[in-house]
Each structure stands twice: as structure tokens, then as C-alpha cells.
């Protein structure tokens, strides 16, 4: 079968150690001759390191250079026309990586009909099939998957304090909106406004604020 | 002005607290935009079966006998209406399992908004795959705000407002304060064909590991934990935020905590990065920081716990 990962459209927030545990889950399918893909969409900076850690990992990559700020429809749009075009049956997301790409789980098993599975801390190809695990709450539920699948993971690579600055690849495989049958105007329509930017909070408001939402609504107290 | 649908899980024989938290929510919205509040639950029942050809079968209305006290608390929590979506499948909380009767529901109200409560058990597959179903714009850990003019507001700067177009899918965060509505409520039952997705597979559970846990995480640093009046307002926090609280030896430099919120008081050691967002209670904020409170320990957690309502 063939397996694609989906490492999303900017490059993480902290930490490259989610990406890197993505591709090495999908490593875990290449063991048996699988074709693997990994693709990564945005501007070509962000191409270079998706590349560059894919081809670390072993893992073919392909970029897709495009400069649209889309919602989670509309690069699962994107993701679903390069999951179409080479017949991925599985499809791994790096959903730890970056908040916004949770979401977009849901949205390519949507586009391409397949069963769904978010929060996977463990991944293993069994045949047909695939064995994972997955987070809900504070239990690990063990779920075998047969079928075309999208699997959000978010499983560890090593620890890793620096990595080297990526360089431009020549072996990255080029994609383009055209030749995915997708049209820039059409997806335009999923553009997202622009969201507020990165000043950490540092008032007792905002941060408290920031942590209202997090607050846990209690049995016959407040809802 | 169309639905306001809120997704209800059920907590034992009662509404998930979350849930009703969305409720209120989808109260205050509802109110304000002239809408009808519907709130909406899957229920396993075995002795109801739609015929296979069909979509949804609605089969009587008036009130189920094991959803009476469900019944009554959506009722004062305010919904208008309770839709109750009866699958012979046993719920789990996976679009696999309950997907199938959930779109029933969605087909039946076409809601304009749809609501979840973010730490209900099915938020997570759920959520998203409605609003890609609908096409919706989806806010993540939102809030009702406003008084006349009610609005949606997440914490990136994410709104749904009435004058919008389109659905929107929210996942509610935080309490929300209750309604106070009458009991009059309409019960619609809705019979759902046998739709379990069975290419997903629930074999068992077990308990899952620190490093695995997606909610909120308080973590305390060595110099932090020494302070016995900063571990006990650090275990309020926690308690408040539904969050385990922890501390050396349980994590080391490269435990790597994936919380969707991390609270890091004082020095803490572990791997911090996978968090989606954090929160620093120190001297020195750091780096990659989304908020940080950078005066003395002590007074910043209390005042925190004030304003955060779990201070007593």
C-alpha cells in the first residue's frame, strides 16, 4: 500500500522532534516495501527543512510551493489531490508539530473517504492492517485499522537540541496546484484571515485569559 | 436564522459537564441570533431498528424513560429542543462508532453553528469531522462573548458573529455561565440505521503515560516544588484545569510532554516543545513562550488562581 505523510504548510513551532517522529512512523511501512511520500506545502524555506528532515529519516518528499494562508479545508484540499494522485491508502499526519494541523485530519479522511484516527502515540503495519494506539483522555485505546486511513500521530522523534540549516534539495519532487488538478482561485475561497501574531502574553489578564478556556467545567457547578 | 446545534456526551447517566458547558454557550448565541437551540446526543438502543434502506427514521416524540434526568438537565441548561439519535452501535467516542448516526442528526437540523464542549470525550473526532461534513469555518477552544450581540471568539482571534455567512463548527472551552431556562423542552428521537465504520476497530484500552496525555499539563521545576505553598497553589491550578500536576523525578530534560496547554512553574526540566501552547510561571519567561508571568512565583499563582475563579 501505498503511505503518505502529511508534514503541513509551515515549519514547527518548537520542536522538530514531532516531524521527525512522523516520518519515522512511516518508516515502519517502508520495511515492507511500501511506497512512501511525504509532502509538505508553503514557501520553499519551509520545503528545504521538510525535505531535508524526510530525506534524513529516509523518506521520499515532495514539495508543494505555493503562498496562500488557507483554513484546514483548504490544504486538506491540497493534501487530498496529492493523496489521489499517487493512490496513498494510508495517510500520516503530524499533528503535534502545529496546532492548525489537528484539525486537518478530519478533513482529508473527509475528502478522501477514508476512516479517520486522531491522537496515535504508536504506530505499527501488520499486513492489511494497521495496529495503533491512541490517546483519549487518560487512557491509550489499542485500535486496529484496515482500509484506506487517516492517522493523526503524534509520536517523538529524539531528542534534538540544533539541526543543520537545510539547503536547497535536488531531490525533493516538485509539485505545482496545476498539476494536482486544483485551482488557485477555487481554493482561495478556504483562505484564512490572518490570525493574531506571536506576542507572548505577559499581563496577568491576558494570561489568565489565555487559560480560561482550559478551565474544567464542573459536575452541578458553573457551566 | 438557522440551528444552533450542540453535540451532547453523556457522563454516566448525565451530560458530560463539557457538554453542558457548550450548552450554555449555544444558549447565549441562540438568544441573541433568534435561533432554536437543539441539543443533540447518540444513544445505543437495540430494541428501535431503522429500516436498512433509510437515512434516519424519526419515530415519536415526548420523553425516553433512561433519559429522563439527561431530559431535565438539557431542559434547564436551555435547550429548546433534544434530538436523540438511537443507534443499535455502541458508542465510543470515535467518528468510526458514532459518525454515522451523528451525520443522521446533521442531515435531520442542517444546523448554521454547531457546538462542542472541548474536554467532552468525543470533541476531538468529532469536531473536526463536522466541520468538514458542513464545510465549516471551525474555531478550536472558543468562547461565547458579548451581551446583546453574542459572538463566538477563540483565543487566536478566530469569530463567528450572525451577520456571517455559512456554518461554523466551535469547540467551546472553559465553563460558561449557566442560562437558568424552564423545563419545557421538545424530545425528537431520531432511529439510525446500523453505521458503524468498521474499518476502525476498538480491541482495549489501557492507561496512558504522561508523555501521551493531550490536555493540560502543570509541570513544576525543582526550586518550585521545594516551596511548600507554591506545590499546594500549583495543585489548586492543576485541579482547576483538570491538569495532573507534575514534578522531578517524573519528568527529566527529555521527557516530551504534548499538552495542548503546559503550565511550567519555576525551573522545569523536560522537554517542553511538543506542547501546542505554554505558560511560563518564572523569573525568566524564555523562549517560545505564548504567555508568561515573570514576578515572584508565589504572588503570580495566586493571583492567577483569582482570576481564574479557583483561588478559594
Known sequence: ?223 | MGAVLVHIDLDGDRPHAASLAALAAGRLLASSWGATLYAALVVHDTTTRAAPESTAQVVSAGNLPALERTQELLARAGADKIVVALTDVAPSPLWATVGGAWQGVLDHLRPRVVLFGADSPSSAELAPRTGARLGARLLLRARAVGVEDVELRDRDGGYVRSSDSGAAVAVIGGPQPAAGCDEDVDLVMLVMPGSSDDRVELIGTQPAELIHLTGAIVALGEDAAADAAIAKNARKLATALGAPLVSPPTIARSTPLSPDVLIAIGNVTADVAGATSLIRIAPNAGKQVDGALTGPIGSSLIELLDALGGGS
Not at chain 1, 499533528?95 to 502515540?121: C, G, I, M, N, Y
Open chain 1, 1 to 223: 500500500m501505498t503511505v503518505a505523510v502529511w508534514l503541513g504548510t509551515a515549519p514547527p513551532v518548537r520542536t522538530i522532534r514531532w516531524l521527525d517522529g512522523a516520518l519515522h512512523a512511516a518508516m515502519k511501512f517502508a520495511k515492507l516495501d511500501d511506497p512512501l511520500l511525504a509532502v509538505a506545502a508553503g514557501d520553499p524555506t519551509w520545503l528545504d527543512l521538510a525535505a531535508d528532515r524526510a530525506g534524513r529519516a529516509g523518506v521520499p518528499a515532495a514539495g508543494i510551493s505555493i503562498n496562500l494562508q488557507l483554513d484546514y479545508l483548504g490544504w486538506a484540499q491540497v493534501m487530498a489531490a496529492v493523496a489521489r494522485q499517487i493512490n496513498a491508502r494510508i495517510v500520516i499526519v503530524d499533528e503535534a508539530s502545529r496546532p492548525e494541523r489537528f484539525p486537518e485530519v478530519a478533513a482529508l479522511a473527509e475528502l478522501l473517504e477514508a476512516a479517520q484516527l486522531t491522537h496515535v502515540v504508536s504506530l505499527a503495519p501488520d499486513g492489511d492492517a494497521v495496529h495503533a494506539s491512541r490517546v483519549h483522555g487518560t487512557v491509550l485505546q489499542a485500535v486496529r485499522i484496515t482500509g484506506p486511513a487517516v492517522i493523526g500521530v503524534r509520536i517523538p522523534g529524539a531528542p534534538i537540541e540544533e539541526y543543520p540549516t537545510p539547503t536547497p534539495s535536488a531531490s525533493m519532487r516538485r509539485l505545482d496546484l496545476n498539476s494536482l488538478g486544483l485551482d488557485p482561485v477555487v481554493l482561495g475561497h478556504r483562505a484564512l484571515p490572518p490570525r493574531v501574531g506571536g506576542e507572548p502574553r505577559r499581563t496577568l489578564e491576558r494570561v489568565a485569559e489565555h487559560l480560561a478556556v482550559h478551565v474544567v467545567p464542573r459536575r452541578g457547578g458553573a457551566y
